[in-house]
């Protein structure tokens, strides 16, 4: 089971919040969030409420000062935990919207669709098996993207809008 503990000010001062599941809006909870401490587990957590805009993916650690590490403007505004998979991983990848263009299936991490599969671009995809990040550069650089097992007929519905996505990694431990 995932904890995770919000705090309202940087380096973990001001008000708290425990959360151990999906949280989609944290204003009920606090007015701001600028730090948090990860005590097991992985989480993402977005910049907007619903789980939109920018995420980053955290795992068991400290995190004192969130626009100083990742640049995020307004503080933690929801977040998702991400449960622990044992298994396979498989996801198919489309170079279009809604399933179309080229596609390849994935049951590993791929540094960079364009030299993998001569793919541009990943405008949409299917994950089958496991959880998976998506990242904006090749390398696993750049914004990334929490996807769960489901489809995901583009990344508009999902507040990432002229995003392209070059590598995916595998959430492959429990993150402990």
């Known amino acids: 089971m995932g904890k995770i503990i919000f705090y309202e000010d940087r380096n973990f001062q001001g008000r708290s919040y425990e959360c151990m599941s999906d949280c989609s809006d944290m204003s009920s909870y606090m ?14 957590v977005y910049e907007r409420p619903n789980f939109m805009g920018n995420q980053f993916f955290l795992r068991r650690g400290e995190y004192s000062d969130y626009q100083r590490m990742m640049g995020m403007s307004d503080g933690i505004r929801s977040c998702r935990m991400i449960p622990m998979h044992r298994g396979n991983f498989r996801m198919r990848i489309y170079e279009r919207e809604n399933f179309g263009g080229q596609m390849h299936e994935m049951m590993d991490d791929c540094d960079s669709i364009q030299e993998r599969y001569h793919m541009s671009d990943c405008q949409s995809c299917n994950v089958m098996d496991g959880h998976w990040l998506m990242f904006e550069h090749p390398h696993f650089r750049g914004r990334m993207m929490y996807m769960r097992p489901g489809e995901c007929r583009g990344f508009r519905e999902m507040g990432m809008s002229g995003m392209r996505f070059m590598s995916m990694r595998r959430i492959m431990d429990s993150c402990n």
């Open 31 to 44: 007015s701001r969030c600028h730090s948090c401490r990860v005590e097991n587990g992985c989480f993402m």
